[in-house]
Protein backbone atom coordinates (compact mmCIF):
# COMPACT_ATOMS: atom_id res chain seq x y z
CA UNK A 1 0.00 0.00 0.00
CA UNK A 2 1.79 3.25 -0.77
CA UNK A 3 0.16 6.11 1.55
CA UNK A 4 -0.07 9.49 0.78
CA UNK A 5 0.69 12.13 3.02
CA UNK A 6 -0.52 15.68 3.75
CA UNK A 7 2.00 17.77 6.58
CA UNK A 8 0.31 19.14 9.26
CA UNK A 9 3.08 21.16 10.88
CA UNK A 10 4.76 21.15 13.81
CA UNK A 11 3.02 21.54 17.36
CA UNK A 12 4.48 22.69 20.51
CA UNK A 13 3.24 20.11 23.17
CA UNK A 14 4.09 18.56 26.38
CA UNK A 15 5.55 15.75 28.20
CA UNK A 16 8.88 13.39 26.66
CA UNK A 17 7.88 10.36 24.51
CA UNK A 18 9.16 6.49 25.88
CA UNK A 19 12.31 4.81 23.95
CA UNK A 20 11.72 1.95 22.13
CA UNK A 21 13.18 -1.39 23.93
CA UNK A 22 14.08 -4.31 21.29
CA UNK A 23 12.72 -7.61 23.06
CA UNK A 24 13.09 -11.07 22.13
CA UNK A 25 11.07 -14.65 22.74
CA UNK A 26 12.43 -17.05 25.22
CA UNK A 27 10.48 -20.03 23.96
CA UNK A 28 12.63 -23.01 25.63
CA UNK A 29 11.99 -25.86 22.64
CA UNK A 30 11.97 -30.11 23.12
CA UNK A 31 15.65 -29.92 23.21
CA UNK A 32 15.90 -27.23 25.96
CA UNK A 33 17.20 -24.67 23.39
CA UNK A 34 16.09 -21.23 24.19
CA UNK A 35 14.57 -20.53 20.60
CA UNK A 36 15.09 -16.51 19.82
CA UNK A 37 15.01 -16.25 16.34
CA UNK A 38 12.57 -19.07 15.60
CA UNK A 39 9.67 -19.64 12.88
CA UNK A 40 6.05 -18.94 13.62
CA UNK A 41 3.43 -20.93 12.10
CA UNK A 42 0.54 -19.45 10.93
CA UNK A 43 -2.11 -22.07 9.75
CA UNK A 44 -3.74 -21.86 6.37
CA UNK A 45 -6.54 -23.71 5.01
CA UNK A 46 -5.70 -27.17 3.73
CA UNK A 47 -8.23 -26.04 0.82
CA UNK A 48 -6.19 -23.97 -0.39
CA UNK A 49 -3.58 -26.67 -1.23
CA UNK A 50 -3.40 -28.93 -4.21
CA UNK A 51 -2.47 -31.96 -1.83
CA UNK A 52 -3.42 -31.58 1.35
CA UNK A 53 -7.30 -30.36 0.34
CA UNK A 54 -8.02 -34.16 -0.90
CA UNK A 55 -7.38 -35.33 2.89
CA UNK A 56 -9.17 -32.19 4.58
CA UNK A 57 -13.29 -32.17 4.81
CA UNK A 58 -13.29 -29.43 2.03
CA UNK A 59 -15.37 -31.15 -1.24
CA UNK A 60 -12.89 -28.68 -3.56
CA UNK A 61 -9.99 -26.99 -4.14
CA UNK A 62 -9.88 -23.03 -3.37
CA UNK A 63 -8.82 -22.25 -6.81
CA UNK A 64 -11.65 -23.71 -8.27
CA UNK A 65 -13.98 -20.94 -6.40
CA UNK A 66 -15.31 -19.01 -9.57
CA UNK A 67 -15.40 -16.17 -7.30
CA UNK A 68 -11.67 -16.32 -5.56
CA UNK A 69 -9.96 -15.35 -3.97
CA UNK A 70 -8.16 -19.21 -4.44
CA UNK A 71 -5.75 -18.10 -0.98
CA UNK A 72 -6.53 -16.64 2.42
CA UNK A 73 -5.55 -13.15 1.99
CA UNK A 74 -5.64 -12.26 5.96
CA UNK A 75 -3.34 -15.44 6.76
CA UNK A 76 -0.87 -13.69 4.39
CA UNK A 77 -1.16 -10.17 5.80
CA UNK A 78 -0.62 -11.71 9.35
CA UNK A 79 2.62 -13.03 8.11
CA UNK A 80 3.49 -9.67 6.46
CA UNK A 81 2.71 -7.68 9.95
CA UNK A 82 5.53 -10.12 11.55
CA UNK A 83 8.11 -10.19 8.78
CA UNK A 84 7.64 -6.22 8.91
CA UNK A 85 8.49 -6.55 12.83
CA UNK A 86 11.29 -8.73 12.21
CA UNK A 87 9.90 -12.36 12.63
CA UNK A 88 10.29 -15.23 10.40
CA UNK A 89 6.72 -16.94 9.35
CA UNK A 90 5.51 -19.79 7.32
CA UNK A 91 2.32 -20.51 6.11
CA UNK A 92 1.11 -24.24 6.79
CA UNK A 93 -2.02 -26.18 5.84
CA UNK A 94 -3.80 -26.83 8.80
CA UNK A 95 -3.69 -30.60 7.17
CA UNK A 96 -0.01 -30.72 7.40
CA UNK A 97 -0.05 -30.32 11.27
CA UNK A 98 -2.86 -32.98 11.64
CA UNK A 99 -2.15 -36.61 12.19
CA UNK A 100 -5.56 -38.30 10.52
CA UNK A 101 -7.27 -37.69 7.68
CA UNK A 102 -10.75 -36.22 7.77
CA UNK A 103 -13.00 -37.71 9.25
CA UNK A 104 -11.74 -38.76 12.36
CA UNK A 105 -13.21 -41.91 13.55
CA UNK A 106 -13.23 -44.17 16.93
CA UNK A 107 -13.21 -47.08 15.10
CA UNK A 108 -9.47 -46.43 13.19
CA UNK A 109 -8.17 -43.35 11.26
CA UNK A 110 -6.19 -43.21 8.67
CA UNK A 111 -2.70 -40.77 8.56
CA UNK A 112 -2.68 -37.84 6.38
CA UNK A 113 -0.45 -38.26 4.13
CA UNK A 114 2.94 -36.31 2.59
CA UNK A 115 3.62 -35.50 -1.17
CA UNK A 116 5.27 -38.89 -1.27
CA UNK A 117 2.70 -40.83 0.33
CA UNK A 118 4.08 -41.48 4.03
CA UNK A 119 2.39 -40.83 7.21
CA UNK A 120 2.50 -36.96 7.33
CA UNK A 121 5.37 -35.73 10.59
CA UNK A 122 3.62 -32.31 11.82
CA UNK A 123 6.91 -32.53 14.43
CA UNK A 124 9.62 -31.90 11.37
CA UNK A 125 7.40 -28.25 11.43
CA UNK A 126 7.52 -28.16 14.88
CA UNK A 127 11.26 -29.22 15.49
CA UNK A 128 13.00 -26.89 12.69
CA UNK A 129 13.34 -29.78 9.99
CA UNK A 130 12.67 -29.26 6.35
CA UNK A 131 9.38 -30.63 4.93
CA UNK A 132 9.81 -34.08 2.96
CA UNK A 133 9.94 -32.66 -0.53
CA UNK A 134 13.10 -30.08 0.37
CA UNK A 135 15.88 -32.24 -0.35
CA UNK A 136 18.27 -29.44 -1.28
CA UNK A 137 18.57 -27.13 1.87
CA UNK A 138 21.51 -27.62 4.12
CA UNK A 139 21.49 -28.60 6.46
CA UNK A 140 17.82 -30.66 6.88
CA UNK A 141 17.47 -29.45 10.44
CA UNK A 142 18.18 -27.03 12.26
CA UNK A 143 17.65 -26.29 15.67
CA UNK A 144 17.05 -22.88 16.21
CA UNK A 145 14.68 -22.78 13.78
CA UNK A 146 11.63 -24.58 15.69
CA UNK A 147 8.80 -22.90 15.94
CA UNK A 148 8.22 -20.68 18.78
CA UNK A 149 4.13 -19.50 17.80
CA UNK A 150 1.26 -20.92 16.24
CA UNK A 151 -1.40 -18.79 15.02
CA UNK A 152 -4.31 -20.34 14.04
CA UNK A 153 -5.96 -17.83 11.94
CA UNK A 154 -9.55 -19.81 11.71
CA UNK A 155 -9.24 -19.86 7.61
CA UNK A 156 -9.70 -23.30 7.86
CA UNK A 157 -12.51 -25.87 8.56
CA UNK A 158 -13.21 -25.99 11.77
CA UNK A 159 -13.52 -29.88 11.38
CA UNK A 160 -9.67 -29.59 10.13
CA UNK A 161 -7.91 -27.35 12.80
CA UNK A 162 -4.55 -28.72 14.30
CA UNK A 163 -4.52 -30.83 17.26
CA UNK A 164 -2.63 -29.38 20.34
CA UNK A 165 1.33 -29.45 20.09
CA UNK A 166 2.36 -31.31 23.17
CA UNK A 167 5.82 -29.29 22.43
CA UNK A 168 5.04 -26.63 24.51
CA UNK A 169 4.88 -24.08 21.69
CA UNK A 170 2.78 -20.93 22.71
CA UNK A 171 -0.52 -20.79 20.13
CA UNK A 172 -2.86 -16.92 19.23
CA UNK A 173 -5.97 -18.33 18.16
CA UNK A 174 -8.37 -17.31 15.50
CA UNK A 175 -10.68 -19.93 15.13
CA UNK A 176 -13.50 -19.71 17.38
CA UNK A 177 -14.26 -23.90 16.83
CA UNK A 178 -11.20 -24.74 19.28
CA UNK A 179 -11.95 -22.18 22.54
CA UNK A 180 -13.86 -24.62 24.42
CA UNK A 181 -13.59 -27.73 26.36
CA UNK A 182 -15.05 -31.12 25.20
CA UNK A 183 -17.79 -31.24 27.47
CA UNK A 184 -19.82 -28.92 24.58
CA UNK A 185 -19.98 -28.46 20.86
CA UNK A 186 -16.45 -30.64 19.61
CA UNK A 187 -14.60 -28.41 17.01
CA UNK A 188 -16.55 -30.13 13.81
CA UNK A 189 -18.49 -32.68 15.60
CA UNK A 190 -17.32 -35.88 16.98
CA UNK A 191 -15.52 -36.65 13.44
CA UNK A 192 -13.92 -33.46 13.72
CA UNK A 193 -10.54 -32.16 14.69
CA UNK A 194 -10.20 -32.49 18.03
CA UNK A 195 -8.27 -29.70 18.33
CA UNK A 196 -9.80 -27.84 21.44
CA UNK A 197 -7.88 -25.84 23.67
CA UNK A 198 -9.81 -25.91 27.07
CA UNK A 199 -10.37 -21.92 27.28
CA UNK A 200 -13.64 -22.10 28.24
CA UNK A 201 -16.66 -24.45 29.41
CA UNK A 202 -19.73 -25.01 27.72
CA UNK A 203 -18.65 -23.30 24.55
CA UNK A 204 -21.34 -21.19 23.01
CA UNK A 205 -19.53 -18.89 20.52
CA UNK A 206 -19.01 -18.00 17.26
CA UNK A 207 -18.21 -15.22 14.28
CA UNK A 208 -19.82 -11.80 15.01
CA UNK A 209 -19.89 -10.37 11.26
CA UNK A 210 -21.85 -6.49 12.41
CA UNK A 211 -19.75 -4.29 10.93
CA UNK A 212 -22.30 -0.66 12.50
CA UNK A 213 -20.02 1.78 13.41
CA UNK A 214 -23.11 3.19 14.90
CA UNK A 215 -23.73 0.64 17.57
CA UNK A 216 -19.93 -0.04 18.71
CA UNK A 217 -19.11 -3.42 16.39
CA UNK A 218 -16.11 -1.87 15.34
CA UNK A 219 -14.84 -1.35 18.84
CA UNK A 220 -13.62 -3.50 21.63
CA UNK A 221 -14.17 -2.36 25.64
CA UNK A 222 -11.09 -3.04 27.69
CA UNK A 223 -11.37 -4.81 30.59
CA UNK A 224 -7.74 -5.25 31.84
CA UNK A 225 -5.80 -1.93 30.77
CA UNK A 226 -2.94 -2.78 32.95
CA UNK A 227 -2.33 -6.27 30.77
CA UNK A 228 1.02 -6.26 29.49
CA UNK A 229 -0.22 -5.91 25.71
CA UNK A 230 -2.44 -2.68 26.76
CA UNK A 231 -0.25 -1.15 28.43
CA UNK A 232 -0.04 1.96 26.80
CA UNK A 233 -2.84 1.64 23.94
CA UNK A 234 -4.74 4.26 24.07
CA UNK A 235 -8.08 4.52 25.33
CA UNK A 236 -10.74 6.04 24.00
CA UNK A 237 -14.67 6.65 23.47
CA UNK A 238 -17.49 5.09 21.38
CA UNK A 239 -20.35 5.52 19.63
CA UNK A 240 -22.48 4.41 22.27
CA UNK A 241 -20.62 5.59 25.47
CA UNK A 242 -18.54 8.27 26.21
CA UNK A 243 -16.21 6.90 28.45
CA UNK A 244 -13.01 6.28 27.41
CA UNK A 245 -12.38 2.24 27.81
CA UNK A 246 -12.47 1.96 24.14
CA UNK A 247 -10.46 0.94 21.61
CA UNK A 248 -11.45 0.60 17.71
CA UNK A 249 -10.36 -2.37 16.55
CA UNK A 250 -12.28 -2.77 13.28
CA UNK A 251 -11.60 -0.11 10.78
CA UNK A 252 -14.17 1.64 8.09
CA UNK A 253 -14.55 0.08 4.60
CA UNK A 254 -12.39 1.76 2.29
CA UNK A 255 -14.51 4.14 -0.50
CA UNK A 256 -14.34 1.72 -3.23
CA UNK A 257 -13.19 -1.39 -1.40
CA UNK A 258 -16.49 -3.27 -3.00
CA UNK A 259 -16.95 -1.40 -5.77
CA UNK A 260 -16.15 -3.62 -8.14
CA UNK A 261 -17.52 -6.37 -7.47
CA UNK A 262 -21.12 -8.75 -7.90
CA UNK A 263 -23.69 -8.29 -5.64
CA UNK A 264 -23.51 -11.69 -3.13
CA UNK A 265 -25.65 -14.70 -4.48
CA UNK A 266 -27.72 -16.09 -1.75
CA UNK A 267 -25.89 -16.28 1.32
CA UNK A 268 -22.47 -16.45 0.00
CA UNK A 269 -20.40 -13.01 0.08
CA UNK A 270 -17.07 -12.27 -1.24
CA UNK A 271 -17.27 -8.97 0.25
CA UNK A 272 -13.58 -7.56 -0.10
CA UNK A 273 -14.47 -5.51 2.98
CA UNK A 274 -15.83 -8.03 5.81
CA UNK A 275 -16.03 -8.47 9.57
CA UNK A 276 -15.63 -11.72 11.64
CA UNK A 277 -15.19 -10.99 15.49
CA UNK A 278 -14.25 -14.27 17.22
CA UNK A 279 -16.41 -14.04 20.45
CA UNK A 280 -17.87 -16.98 23.30
CA UNK A 281 -20.76 -15.32 25.05
CA UNK A 282 -19.98 -15.20 28.53
CA UNK A 283 -23.53 -14.70 30.34
CA UNK A 284 -25.66 -16.55 32.13
CA UNK A 285 -25.88 -20.31 31.49
CA UNK A 286 -23.64 -20.12 28.25
CA UNK A 287 -19.84 -20.24 27.77
CA UNK A 288 -17.51 -20.35 31.48
CA UNK A 289 -14.03 -18.80 31.60
CA UNK A 290 -11.52 -21.46 32.58
CA UNK A 291 -10.03 -20.54 36.20
CA UNK A 292 -6.67 -19.48 34.22
CA UNK A 293 -8.42 -17.35 31.68
CA UNK A 294 -8.04 -13.47 31.47
CA UNK A 295 -10.64 -12.18 29.60
CA UNK A 296 -8.76 -8.56 27.85
CA UNK A 297 -11.99 -7.23 26.39
CA UNK A 298 -15.20 -7.61 25.33
CA UNK A 299 -16.97 -6.58 22.05
CA UNK A 300 -18.73 -2.91 22.74
CA UNK A 301 -21.87 -3.38 20.88
CA UNK A 302 -22.46 -6.92 22.83
CA UNK A 303 -20.55 -7.00 26.22
CA UNK A 304 -21.17 -11.01 27.20
CA UNK A 305 -19.18 -11.26 24.08
CA UNK A 306 -15.58 -11.84 25.11
CA UNK A 307 -13.43 -11.31 22.27
CA UNK A 308 -9.74 -11.18 23.21
CA UNK A 309 -8.45 -13.43 26.17
CA UNK A 310 -5.21 -14.57 27.62
CA UNK A 311 -3.83 -17.87 29.41
CA UNK A 312 -0.41 -18.05 31.20
CA UNK A 313 1.72 -20.82 30.83
CA UNK A 314 0.82 -22.95 33.70
CA UNK A 315 -2.76 -21.66 34.44
CA UNK A 316 -5.33 -23.70 34.80
CA UNK A 317 -7.54 -24.79 31.84
CA UNK A 318 -10.85 -26.53 31.24
CA UNK A 319 -11.94 -29.37 31.36
CA UNK A 320 -9.71 -31.55 29.63
CA UNK A 321 -11.19 -35.40 30.92
CA UNK A 322 -13.85 -35.77 28.34
CA UNK A 323 -11.95 -36.57 24.93
CA UNK A 324 -9.59 -39.15 24.99
CA UNK A 325 -8.28 -38.44 21.74
CA UNK A 326 -7.20 -34.81 22.20
CA UNK A 327 -3.22 -35.14 22.91
CA UNK A 328 -4.12 -32.54 26.16
CA UNK A 329 -6.43 -35.65 27.53
CA UNK A 330 -6.23 -35.24 31.46
CA UNK A 331 -4.07 -32.20 31.60
CA UNK A 332 -4.83 -29.77 33.70
CA UNK A 333 -2.52 -26.55 33.41
CA UNK A 334 -1.57 -24.86 30.35
CA UNK A 335 1.82 -26.01 28.85
CA UNK A 336 2.13 -22.78 26.96
CA UNK A 337 0.68 -19.39 26.84
CA UNK A 338 -2.54 -18.72 24.82
CA UNK A 339 -4.45 -15.93 23.49
CA UNK A 340 -7.65 -15.59 22.31
CA UNK A 341 -7.43 -12.94 19.52
CA UNK A 342 -10.87 -11.61 18.37
CA UNK A 343 -10.43 -12.12 14.38
CA UNK A 344 -11.28 -15.21 12.40
CA UNK A 345 -10.80 -15.42 8.55
CA UNK A 346 -13.75 -17.71 7.96
CA UNK A 347 -13.55 -20.11 5.32
CA UNK A 348 -15.35 -21.27 1.95
CA UNK A 349 -17.19 -19.26 0.28
CA UNK A 350 -15.47 -16.23 1.67
CA UNK A 351 -12.82 -13.34 0.97
CA UNK A 352 -10.86 -14.50 3.73
CA UNK A 353 -9.85 -10.64 4.32
CA UNK A 354 -10.95 -10.16 7.91
CA UNK A 355 -7.56 -9.70 9.22
CA UNK A 356 -7.35 -6.99 6.71
CA UNK A 357 -10.04 -5.22 8.15
CA UNK A 358 -8.73 -4.88 11.24
CA UNK A 359 -7.42 -0.69 12.41
CA UNK A 360 -4.23 -0.33 12.91
CA UNK A 361 -5.15 -0.27 16.63
CA UNK A 362 -6.03 -3.69 16.05
CA UNK A 363 -2.87 -4.78 13.84
CA UNK A 364 -0.67 -3.41 16.66
CA UNK A 365 -2.71 -5.46 19.67
CA UNK A 366 -2.03 -8.59 16.84
CA UNK A 367 1.66 -8.09 17.30
CA UNK A 368 1.58 -7.38 20.56
CA UNK A 369 -0.20 -10.42 21.35
CA UNK A 370 1.86 -12.80 19.41
CA UNK A 371 4.71 -11.27 21.17
CA UNK A 372 3.59 -11.47 24.88
CA UNK A 373 2.53 -15.55 24.00
CA UNK A 374 5.92 -16.40 22.93
CA UNK A 375 6.97 -14.43 26.59
CA UNK A 376 9.08 -11.50 25.31
CA UNK A 377 9.43 -8.73 27.93
CA UNK A 378 6.41 -6.15 26.52
CA UNK A 379 7.42 -2.56 26.82
CA UNK A 380 4.34 -0.16 27.35
CA UNK A 381 3.46 0.91 23.72
CA UNK A 382 4.91 4.38 22.88
CA UNK A 383 1.79 6.35 21.92
CA UNK A 384 2.55 10.41 22.04
CA UNK A 385 -0.52 10.43 24.48
CA UNK A 386 -3.01 12.80 22.21
CA UNK A 387 -6.64 11.71 22.17
CA UNK A 388 -9.33 11.85 19.51
CA UNK A 389 -12.01 14.20 21.39
CA UNK A 390 -15.22 16.47 20.25
CA UNK A 391 -14.83 19.07 22.08
CA UNK A 392 -11.90 22.08 21.86
CA UNK A 393 -10.61 23.45 25.12
CA UNK A 394 -7.23 25.03 26.02
CA UNK A 395 -5.47 21.37 26.23
CA UNK A 396 -6.77 20.43 22.74
CA UNK A 397 -6.16 21.57 18.62
CA UNK A 398 -8.20 21.19 15.49
CA UNK A 399 -6.44 19.54 12.37
CA UNK A 400 -8.33 19.90 9.17
CA UNK A 401 -7.99 18.93 5.27
CA UNK A 402 -9.63 18.96 2.33
CA UNK A 403 -10.96 15.35 1.50
CA UNK A 404 -11.40 13.37 -1.52
CA UNK A 405 -14.34 10.84 -1.60
CA UNK A 406 -11.64 8.07 -2.83
CA UNK A 407 -10.14 8.15 0.35
CA UNK A 408 -10.00 7.37 4.51
CA UNK A 409 -7.39 9.37 6.15
CA UNK A 410 -5.16 8.24 8.95
CA UNK A 411 -3.07 10.69 11.61
CA UNK A 412 0.29 9.79 12.99
CA UNK A 413 2.54 11.22 14.55
CA UNK A 414 6.09 11.66 14.92
CA UNK A 415 8.60 13.55 17.84
CA UNK A 416 11.34 13.75 15.26
CA UNK A 417 11.60 14.30 11.38
CA UNK A 418 15.22 12.26 11.51
CA UNK A 419 14.42 8.91 11.66
CA UNK A 420 10.92 9.65 12.47
CA UNK A 421 9.28 6.73 14.15
CA UNK A 422 5.63 7.30 13.30
CA UNK A 423 2.69 6.21 15.45
CA UNK A 424 -0.50 5.91 14.96
CA UNK A 425 -3.09 8.66 16.47
CA UNK A 426 -6.18 8.38 14.84
CA UNK A 427 -7.20 5.47 12.43
CA UNK A 428 -9.98 5.39 10.00
CA UNK A 429 -11.28 8.52 9.56
CA UNK A 430 -14.08 8.86 7.36
CA UNK A 431 -13.67 11.37 4.19
CA UNK A 432 -17.00 13.82 3.59
CA UNK A 433 -16.92 13.80 -0.10
CA UNK A 434 -14.47 15.62 -2.55
CA UNK A 435 -13.37 19.32 -1.53
CA UNK A 436 -15.55 18.61 1.47
CA UNK A 437 -13.58 20.26 4.80
CA UNK A 438 -12.23 16.42 7.21
CA UNK A 439 -11.27 17.94 10.68
CA UNK A 440 -10.15 16.13 13.74
CA UNK A 441 -10.40 17.86 17.20
CA UNK A 442 -7.38 16.12 19.71
CA UNK A 443 -6.43 16.25 23.10
CA UNK A 444 -2.80 16.80 23.20
CA UNK A 445 -2.31 17.25 27.36
CA UNK A 446 -0.38 14.70 27.60
CA UNK A 447 1.41 14.33 24.30
CA UNK A 448 5.50 15.58 24.44
CA UNK A 449 7.24 18.60 23.98
CA UNK A 450 7.51 19.00 20.17
CA UNK A 451 4.93 16.45 17.50
CA UNK A 452 5.23 16.60 13.98
CA UNK A 453 2.03 14.92 12.08
CA UNK A 454 1.07 13.84 9.16
CA UNK A 455 -2.46 12.84 7.18
CA UNK A 456 -2.31 9.64 5.48
CA UNK A 457 -4.56 8.75 2.43
CA UNK A 458 -5.89 5.19 2.94
CA UNK A 459 -5.75 2.56 0.59
Not at 343 to 359: C, D, I, K, P, T
Request: hydrophobic share 35%; glycine share 8%.
Amino acid sequence: MKNRFVWAGALTLAIAALSQVETRAVYTNLNGTIITNGTIIVTTRAAGDGHFFLQSSSTIDDMEDNQGPGCSPGDVAMCELLQDNGYATKLVPDKALSYFIYPFSTSGNSPCLDVYGNPENPQLYYQGYCGPADTSESPQYNDLLSAMLIVISGSGSSSDVIQPNTNGIPVVIGENAILGASDFNLPGGASGSHGERFLYSHKTGNNYTGSNPANGDLYMKVLLPNHPIMQGIPLVSCPIDTNRTYVKIIRDPYPNENAHLLPPVGSVSHANYDVSTTYMDISAGNSVPAPGLQIVGVLASHTNYSIFATMERGATLADTTQDPYSPWYNYTNAPARMVHFFVNEQGSHRSRRNFNALSVWGRILFLRACQWAMEENLQPFQSLGIIDVSLVSPSTIRLGWTGSHQYNYRIDGTTSLVNPNWTPIVDSILNNGDGVRVTRTLDIASAPQAVFMRVAQLP
